[in-house]
């Protein structure tokens, strides 16, 4: 999540762009506009990167301590609008903005492009249902799935944790499941969800073990000592560390979590942590149990 500083920077972003605009996507080689193809056939024009960044300068080279880095440039999920995504930097921190810019390039909207119909979550409840495969808890034949994307470095996520336990503790209708999404800003997240990884294959009481002691032990993990640490407490979760350790660096757990966050991208998560419930995707923190328990009770009585 982004810090408090990064987030009025983003929010500063959105405010310009309104009032005048980690996955790899092909990038234009011209200096206004190129054109690609949609996923449902129809063509995209999408503006350059000399374009972004000179509605960047324009936008924020007012301020020397804030810089930018364009992360993609791709059609969007909507048809005829393009997809850019920025990653903003200050000293506060860094966060990514997304904006869509109309076929003409003379317009741009800030946020979300969200689903819409009579069941608008049900794509994604589908897609989770059949490739959201990581640890799980709860009946399989619960009404409702609650999918988790966290990272385990994220102090956010450590916020949250009690919040999801209770909720799953508390609701006999949640089958729940946790999926990796190491954060690109986190140094040891990605090697700490391959430790996850592991542990669950070895485990799964285990897995919820190690991932409550992870988060208890974030501030004593660093880079250069998370193996040690992360093998200690993968053994005091009730695994072999040392076979965890060894299991963590084989091609096929690196290959789990990145298809992890590959699903995770494919449903536009980009900050942890998210929970999806039947397909919505919500926020959650420390306090807002009453509010993921609605949710968890509406969904169980959709059809």
């Known amino acids: 999540m982004l810090a408090r500083a990064t987030v009025i920077a983003v929010l500063v972003l959105a405010y310009c762009i309104s009032a005048v605009a980690q996955q790899p996507a092909a990038k234009p080689k011209t200096a206004t506009t190129s054109s690609t193809s949609h996923a449902g056939g129809a063509d995209v024009v999408l503006p350059s990167e000399e374009m972004v960044n000179a509605f960047m300068q324009q936008s924020f080279g007012y301020d020397p301590q804030l810089t930018w880095k364009i992360v993609s440039i791709k059609p969007s999920k909507a048809e005829g609008l393009a997809e850019v995504n920025v990653q903003i930097s200050s000293p506060q921190g860094q966060g990514t903005q997304t904006f869509f810019v109309s076929a003409d390039g003379k317009h741009a909207v800030v946020g979300e492009i969200i689903p819409f119909g009579k069941h608008p979550f049900e794509s994604a409840k589908l897609e989770l249902q059949k490739n959201a495969t990581g640890p799980a808890r709860g009946p399989a034949n619960a009404p409702v799935n609650v999918v988790e994307f966290s990272d385990l470095q994220c102090p956010h996520c450590k916020e949250a944790n009690p919040t999801i336990e209770r909720l799953v503790k508390d609701d006999p209708d949640v089958h729940f499941v946790f999926q990796n999404f ?122």
Not at 226 to 236: G, I, P, S, V
Not at 237 to 257: I, M, Y
Request: net charge negative; aromatic share 8%; proline share 4%.
């Open 182 to 303: 190491p954060l690109p800003m986190h140094n040891w997240a990605q090697k700490a969800a391959a430790y996850a990884d592991c542990t669950a294959k070895f485990s799964n009481d285990a897995f919820w073990k190690f991932i409550a002691s992870v988060y208890e032990a974030q501030a004593e993990i660093t880079a250069e000592n998370a193996d040690q640490k992360l093998t200690e407490l993968a053994d005091k979760a009730g695994v072999k560390g040392p076979d965890v350790a060894a299991c963590s660096t084989q091609n096929d757990a690196q290959a789990r979590v990145e298809a992890s966050i590959s699903l995770g991208k494919s449903l536009d998560v980009n900050s942890t942590p998210t929970l999806f419930i039947n397909g919505r995707p919500v926020g959650v923190n420390a306090n807002n149990y009453d509010v993921l328990k609605q949710l968890v009770d509406f969904a169980a009585k959709q059809k």
